[in-house]
């Protein structure tokens, strides 16, 4: 039996277990990357396991998200960073190079090879035939450490393309019909192999937005081949190099398999506050919009900013609605200015922000008061925005361009017969400047680590106990993400390198007294539905819950880089094994659990209520022995991988 891509690529890197859905494998990371959000708790981590260099083939640390500096934190972390950088051998990439994702597609992507990022949007680089999964700091810590990544071997699911796009239709309708049809659980325990016929006809930044919204799906990753337009992008990027032919055998197996006709794909857009919350651009057209946000590492490309800059070309932006835009990387800055397109924006009026995540996780531009925001992002939360009563949907650059000059949701076919054509360029313009590269090990064992007043050590928790009791602090419904466990946002996202701090806002959107709640308990339980800690890798949200005291969560299911951050900080993950008994503990209600012997099911006690039930979990021996250590620090202090 041949083999898909998936299998062709883990089969080259594993270390330990087998190539079965469901199975725990391990397997060897070449490449990581880090942004200064989720950067700094990981290279504090980094330290604390005291290997002097990194043992990857190569390691990026980006500065990307919190470039607001309203005080001097930001500063300071970046400052921190690029020391940590220069003293263990990793490239930095400076604050204006770009957003890690964008950046790391034109520049260091591989197909073929593995990449661990503390980024949930890490399987952008699916786009060029990487193998790339998010997870939180901690992990992506272990890797720069030599450390295979462990996880649950994914059952691989073939999407199979067929046809070619219609005019006005692009790479972000195709993931949201994905998204559509799968919803943001549909993608748990699995990776999207995207295979068939349409696959050359997309270009590598299409393919590039498909793999980076698959995180919405909840997957492990997603993958495109590797093929003559990958290595014409390469190519472009002057990385001819890097390139190596990478497609699955005419006879290989996959676990599961849809079909989409690209031809019949129409303009798509997610309403308010799921991104599989999917309709046609049609369904909605005439709604009043207020403001336009165009980027994010979803859309932020070189062909997706020309499309927009073509679209609002000797146009004026709608005088109700505010449109900013902000450029992926340095590179698609750079070449949008030299060819004159940046101004073909600036004159239709729109607003120019810097080659950063920006609005897309709260750090300026949140909407007015029950706006309706159109935005080429990937996540519309409720409140993510940083306005909480805005109303925000997700669509394409295209899309979202027609609406800034119409000042209603627009089906652009509506507005002009043919879409731009922007053909990848020949060559890109390529000038590494704001990448440093690695210190030789001499020179960097002369560096000084800059600690500002902000970077607070990591705080440790102690070995897990034989019973766990306290109280069930609070109770959640279903699809709770990170951004409600812990929000960010240009207030809350600054603390990142300050547990005690952040703590204060955990579960901020949901109920404030959360925090307070859990101190003056001394910690407890959360009880929470399924897909329990959906969206980002962020690690906060299970750091900043084992700070205040939380011993353990007990949910439907959990999605599955939260699951691996609550194990590596010691908060023990527990499922229902009848989901119906969900209904059966209230908040404030007093739980007692053995787990000196962790067997396949657990007696959950509720002395409040005089009952019982049983919990289960899909924790292997290395996880129980984690958690019995009080976390991944811990127990690799011990000696243990
Ligand atoms: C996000 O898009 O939510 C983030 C901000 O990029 C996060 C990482 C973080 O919280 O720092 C992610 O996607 O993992
Ligand atoms: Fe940055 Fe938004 Fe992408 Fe997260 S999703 S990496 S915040 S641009």
Same mark, same amino acid.
């Given at each position: 039996?041949?083999?898909n891509?998936?299998?062709k690529?883990?089969k080259?890197h594993?270390?330990?277990?087998k190539? +079965?859905?469901?199975e725990?494998?391990?397997? =060897?990371?070449d490449?990581?990357?880090?942004?200064?959000?989720?950067g700094?708790m990981?290279y504090?981590?980094?330290?604390?396991?005291?290997?002097?260099?990194?043992k990857?083939?190569?390691?990026v640390?980006?500065?990307d998200h919190?470039?607001?500096? *309203?005080?001097?934190e930001n500063?300071?972390d970046?400052?921190?960073?690029q020391s940590?950088?220069?003293?263990?051998?990793l490239?930095?990439?400076?604050? %204006?190079?770009?957003?890690?994702?964008q950046?790391?597609?034109?520049?260091?992507?591989k197909p073929g090879?593995?990449?661990?990022?503390?980024?949930?949007h890490t399987?952008t680089?699916?786009?060029?035939?990487?193998?790339?999964m998010g997870?939180?700091?901690?992990d @992506?810590?272990?890797?720069?450490?030599?450390?295979?990544?462990?996880l649950?071997m994914?059952?691989?699911?073939?999407v199979n393309l067929k046809g070619?796009?219609?005019q006005? @239709?692009s790479?972000?309708? @195709?993931i949201?019909?994905?998204?559509?049809r799968l919803?943001?659980?549909?993608?748990v325990?699995?990776?999207?192999?995207y295979?068939?016929?349409?696959?050359?006809?997309?270009s590598?930044?299409?393919?590039a937005t498909?793999?980076?919204?698959?995180a919405?799906?909840?997957a492990?990753?997603?993958?495109?081949?590797?093929?003559?337009?990958? =290595?014409?992008?390469l190519k472009?990027?002057?990385?001819e190099?890097d390139?190596t032919e990478? +497609?699955?055998?005419?006879d290989?197996?996959y676990?599961?398999?849809i079909?989409i006709?690209?031809k019949t794909?129409q303009p798509?857009i997610a309403? !308010?506050h799921?991104?599989? $919350?999917?309709?046609?651009?049609?369904e909605?057209a %005439?709604?009043k919009? $207020?403001?336009?946000a165009?980027?994010s590492?979803t859309n932020?490309?070189y062909?997706?900013?020309?499309?927009?800059?073509?679209?609002?070309?000797n146009k004026?932006?709608? !005088?109700? @609605?505010?449109?900013c835009?902000?450029p992926?990387?340095?590179q698609?800055?750079?070449m949008i200015?030299?060819?004159?397109a940046?101004a073909?924006?600036?004159?239709?009026?729109a607003?120019?922000l810097?080659?950063?995540?920006?609005p897309?996780?709260?750090?300026g531009?949140s909407?007015q008061?029950?706006?309706v925001?159109i935005?080429t992002f990937n996540?519309?939360f409720?409140g993510?925005?940083?306005?909480?009563?805005?109303?925000v949907f997700? *669509?394409?650059?295209?899309?979202?361009?027609?609406?800034?000059?119409?000042g209603e949701?627009t089906?652009?076919?509506?507005?002009?017969?043919?879409a731009?054509?922007?053909?990848?360029?020949?060559k890109f313009?390529?000038?590494?400047?704001?990448i440093?590269?690695?210190?030789?090990?001499?020179?960097?064992k002369?560096?000084?680590?800059v600690?500002?007043?902000n970077?607070?050590?990591?705080?440790?928790?102690d070995p897990?106990p034989?019973t766990l009791?306290?109280?069930v602090?609070?109770k959640?419904?279903d699809?709770?993400?990170t951004?409600h466990i812990m929000?960010a946002?240009?207030?809350?996202?600054p #603390?990142?390198?300050?547990v005690?701090?952040?703590?204060?806002?955990?579960?901020?959107p949901?109920d404030?007294e959360?925090p307070k709640r859990?101190?003056?308990a001394k910690?407890?339980?959360?009880?929470g539905?399924? $897909?329990y800690?959906?969206?980002?890798?962020?690690?906060?949200a299970?750091?900043?819950?084992?700070?205040l005291?939380?011993k353990a969560v007990?949910?439907?299911?959990?999605a599955?880089i939260h699951l691996?951050?609550?194990?590596n900080f010691?908060?023990?993950p #527990?499922?229902?094994?009848n989901e119906?008994?969900y209904?059966?503990?209230a908040?404030?209600?007093k739980?007692?659990l053995a787990v000196k012997?962790?067997?396949e099911?657990l007696v959950l006690?509720?002395?409040?209520?005089?009952?019982?039930?049983?919990?289960?979990?899909?924790l292997?021996?290395?996880d129980?022995a984690?958690?019995?250590?009080g976390?991944a620090?811990?127990?690799v202090?011990q000696?243990k991988?």
């Amino acid at each position: 039996m041949g083999r898909n891509i998936v299998q062709k690529i883990f089969k080259k890197h594993l270390k330990s277990g087998k190539m +079965v859905a469901g199975e725990k494998i391990s397997v =060897k990371i070449d490449q990581t990357l880090t942004q200064d959000a989720t950067g700094t708790m990981a290279y504090l981590q980094f330290e604390a396991i005291g290997i002097p260099r990194v043992k990857t083939k190569l390691s990026v640390s980006y500065i990307d998200h919190n470039t607001l500096q *309203t005080g001097f934190e930001n500063a300071d972390d970046h400052k921190f960073l690029q020391s940590i950088a220069a003293k263990h051998g990793l490239y930095f990439s400076r604050p %204006g190079n770009g957003i890690c994702h964008q950046v790391h597609l034109e520049r260091f992507g591989k197909p073929g090879e593995t990449l661990l990022g503390s980024d949930s949007h890490t399987p952008t680089q699916g786009g060029i035939g990487m193998i790339s999964m998010g997870a939180g700091g901690l992990d @992506v810590a272990l890797a720069m450490a030599g450390q295979p990544f462990h996880l649950s071997m994914p059952k691989v699911l073939k999407v199979n393309l067929k046809g070619k796009l219609p005019q006005w @239709v692009s790479g972000k309708d @195709v993931i949201l019909e994905v998204l559509r049809r799968l919803s943001v659980k549909g993608g748990v325990g699995k990776i999207l192999e995207y295979a068939g016929a349409g696959v050359k006809t997309l270009s590598v930044p299409e393919r590039a937005t498909i793999t980076n919204m698959g995180a919405e799906l909840g997957a492990t990753t997603s993958i495109f081949p590797s093929d003559a337009v990958t =290595k014409e992008f390469l190519k472009a990027q002057g990385r001819e190099k890097d390139w190596t032919e990478l +497609v699955p055998d005419a006879d290989a197996a996959y676990d599961e398999e849809i079909t989409i006709d690209l031809k019949t794909l129409q303009p798509m857009i997610a309403k !308010p506050h799921m991104p599989d $919350n999917v309709c046609t651009v049609e369904e909605l057209a %005439g709604t009043k919009v $207020n403001q336009v946000a165009i980027g994010s590492c979803t859309n932020s490309s070189y062909k997706d900013l020309m499309t927009v800059a073509k679209i609002l070309k000797n146009k004026t932006v709608h !005088p109700d @609605v505010s449109l900013c835009i902000s450029p992926g990387s340095k590179q698609v800055f750079k070449m949008i200015s030299d060819n004159g397109a940046l101004a073909d924006m600036i004159a239709a009026g729109a607003r120019i922000l810097e080659s950063t995540c920006g609005p897309c996780i709260g750090m300026g531009q949140s909407p007015q008061t029950d706006a309706v925001s159109i935005r080429t992002f990937n996540r519309n939360f409720l409140g993510r925005s940083g306005t909480k009563s805005a109303q925000v949907f997700l *669509t394409s650059p295209e899309v979202a361009a027609a609406c800034a000059l119409t000042g209603e949701i627009t089906d652009p076919r509506k507005v002009a017969p043919r879409a731009p054509n922007i053909p990848t360029p020949k060559k890109f313009l390529v000038d590494d400047n704001l990448i440093i590269p690695p210190l030789s090990p001499q020179k960097a064992k002369k560096i000084k680590i800059v600690r500002g007043p902000n970077i607070k050590p990591c705080p440790k928790r102690d070995p897990m106990p034989g019973t766990l009791s306290g109280s069930v602090l609070l109770k959640t419904g279903d699809n709770i993400t990170t951004d409600h466990i812990m929000p960010a946002g240009s207030k809350i996202l600054p #603390l990142r390198s300050n547990v005690p701090a952040i703590s204060e806002h955990v579960f901020a959107p949901v109920d404030s007294e959360f925090p307070k709640r859990a101190k003056e308990a001394k910690g407890g339980f959360v009880v929470g539905g399924a $897909n329990y800690g959906q969206g980002s890798s962020r690690e906060h949200a299970a750091l900043a819950p084992m700070y205040l005291g939380v011993k353990a969560v007990i949910t439907k299911s959990f999605a599955r880089i939260h699951l691996a951050n609550l194990i590596n900080f010691g908060i023990l993950p #527990l499922t229902f094994v009848n989901e119906k008994d969900y209904n059966g503990i209230a908040q404030g209600d007093k739980l007692e659990l053995a787990v000196k012997k962790m067997g396949e099911t657990l007696v959950l006690k509720n002395k409040t209520k005089g009952t019982q039930c049983e919990v289960t979990h899909s924790l292997g021996e290395r996880d129980i022995a984690i958690l019995k250590a009080g976390g991944a620090l811990g127990y690799v202090k011990q000696g243990k991988a």
